[in-house]
């Protein structure tokens, strides 16, 4: 993928690569990765490092390595490991002359429009100065209990991160070669792997399996939906070895290696990118067939007329799926009246609005300008 534009990459590796599935923080495998990046950023890419491992770190820290850790532990392990995963950091790419930036971000700051952008704007004045990002989970107020406040490993973190800087590509580091047609732990010697997938698929879907590895949380389930979200704003995706000799430089150099995901649309608009997201999402519409072709073919917003179907509850405003009728999700977008509003005027022309509610706020139930469409 080398040429003379400025590639943006968001390269994101997990817990297993950072400990070489130990249970201790692995310096030289760190300080590999962190040769790779610096490499790269003084070639002229823009590198944004999404990275776990402060738990690891903390566990380290206060000498709990091994064991079940719960919830309250895990927080602690993680207040106690990320200063100490930063400076491991720090110091390693101050060795080549980088400065690093720490941001500690959550589904919440992300869903809410106005935190979305600001995390944008900082992200993106930073890579302008040239410096390196680290970018993790802050796992100290996102519990798994809360489950969409849990990005899970880091892996949908990353792709929200290259969603808000317009990453050219995401690189999830794992610590498998990348997307097999079976279980390569069960089928080692039949199991192939999958050079490129153009669609993630229910086929494609069914062929991820949960890592066995204890030191991290995510697998090729949480992989797998990561490159859903970033290749649905146009971004490609590779998963590969972090394990490979200088797998980052090589694959900016442009050699195939891991499994490619192909973009499944163009580049989008920000405000799009954050629709399709999915972290705003507070309920759905069914929409007929006629609204939908009107909506994708003609560009038009959405009427009540068009709704068969309110799920969720949610506020004017808020954002919510579009499905058609065979089911499947093909859209999204802000709503102009809540879920108790819609599910008294779906099916009514719009110039029934203001006799069913007594007030309207507009004749559409979405504009087309709160519209992102797959």
Request: proline residues 2%.
């Amino acid at each position: 993928m080398s040429n003379n534009k400025k590639q943006r990459i968001v390269v994101k590796v997990g817990t297993s690569l950072l400990t070489g599935s130990s249970p201790r923080l692995d310096a030289a495998a760190i300080s590999r990765l962190v040769a790779q990046i610096a490499a790269l950023q003084k070639e002229g890419y823009v590198i944004t490092l999404v990275s776990s491992g402060a738990c690891a770190a903390g566990k380290e820290k206060t000498g709990k390595v091994r064991g079940f850790a719960g919830v309250a532990e895990r927080q602690i392990y993680a207040s106690v490991g990320q200063s100490r995963l930063m400076n491991i950091y720090d110091k390693l790419f101050g060795e080549h002359g980088i400065t690093i930036a720490q941001a500690l971000l959550t589904k919440h700051d992300l869903s809410d429009r106005a935190g979305y952008l600001n995390a944008r704007n900082t992200l993106l004045a930073l890579q302008g100065l040239g410096i390196v990002c680290i970018v993790n989970e802050n796992d100290v107020v996102a519990i798994d209990e809360v489950r969409e406040e849990k990005f899970g490993e880091n892996d949908q973190l990353s792709a929200m991160v290259a969603n808000l800087i317009d990453a050219d590509l995401l690189l999830i580091l794992s610590d498998v070669n990348g997307l097999y047609n079976k279980d390569p732990q069960k089928y080692p010697d039949t199991a192939e792997l999958i050079p490129t997938v153009a669609k993630i698929d229910s086929k494609i879907q069914k062929l991820a399996s949960a890592s066995h590895n204890k030191a991290a949380s995510g697998g090729m389930i949480t992989k797998l939906e990561a490159a859903r979200l970033a290749t649905e704003s146009g971004i490609t995706v590779i998963i590969a070895s972090g394990r490979e000799p200088d797998i980052i430089t090589r694959i900016a150099a442009g050699e195939s290696l891991g499994t490619k995901f192909l973009p499944s649309t163009i580049h989008k608009e920000s405000r799009q990118r954050w629709l399709l997201s999915g972290l705003c999402i507070r309920g759905s519409l069914a929409i007929d067939d006629g609204a939908k072709r009107a909506l994708i073919d003609q560009k038009r917003s959405l009427l009540p007329a068009g709704i068969t179907a309110v799920q969720g509850k949610f506020k004017r405003g808020d954002a919510v799926n579009l499905y058609g009728p065979s089911g499947i999700r093909f859209g999204c977008g802000l709503t102009n009246y809540s879920s108790e509003e819609l599910l008294l005027i779906k099916g009514l022309h719009s110039a029934r609005i203001k006799d069913t509610l007594g007030y309207d706020y507009g004749t559409e139930a979405i504009h087309r300008n709160n519209l992102a469409i797959l």
